[in-house]
């Protein structure tokens, strides 16, 4: 998610950031990326939102294109149709799945981020 980018661990001054508050622009939940979903996340998103984790991976996830996520059991949440490719639970600007979003999600920016991260997530810039 988040543009046509490419994760990127930070590095020289941008690793300097030790806290990060959200602007809530949704833009990290747009464009390029997958977001991977472990099994114990899957369970939790599933009871967050009162389905079986069967019809949660059906409906919402699919299998990754990476042979060592497939190895790991991991399952990759889907888009939205159309040309933003925004996460299946963007509503707006905010994470329908907020309290029990995946770990990649509750980890950005502070332990990982693209190479222009800086353009596109307001949080960052300010």
Same mark, same amino acid.
């Given at each position: 998610?988040?543009?046509n980018? %490419?994760?990127?661990?930070? %590095?020289?001054?941008?690793?300097?950031? %030790?806290?990060f508050?959200?602007?809530?622009?949704?833009?990290?939940?747009?464009g390029?990326?997958?977001?991977?979903v472990?099994?114990n996340?899957?369970?939790?998103i599933?009871?967050?939102?009162?389905?079986?984790?069967?019809?949660?991976?059906r409906?919402? $996830?699919?299998?990754?294109?990476l042979?060592?996520?497939?190895a790991?059991?991991?399952?990759?949440?889907?888009?939205?149709?159309?040309?933003?490719?925004?996460?299946?639970?963007?509503?707006?600007?905010?994470?329908?799945?907020?309290?029990?979003?995946?770990q990649?999600?509750?980890?950005?920016p502070?332990?990982?981020? $693209?190479?222009?991260a800086? %353009?596109?997530?307001?949080?960052?810039?300010?």
């Open positions: 998610m988040g543009g980018r %490419t994760m990127q661990m930070p %590095t020289g001054e941008e690793l300097q950031i %030790t806290e508050i959200c602007a809530r622009c949704g833009n990290c939940c747009r390029e990326g997958f977001v991977r472990f099994p996340e899957a369970q939790r599933a009871e967050f939102l009162g389905i079986p984790v069967e019809q949660f991976l409906e919402y $996830t699919r299998v990754p294109d042979a060592e996520d497939v790991a059991g991991v399952r990759w949440l889907i888009d939205k149709p159309g040309p933003l490719r925004e996460c299946i639970f963007l509503d707006g600007n905010a994470c329908r799945i907020h309290p029990v979003k995946p990649r999600c509750r980890d950005f502070l332990k990982w981020r $693209t190479p222009d800086f %353009t596109y997530c307001e949080g960052l810039r300010s």
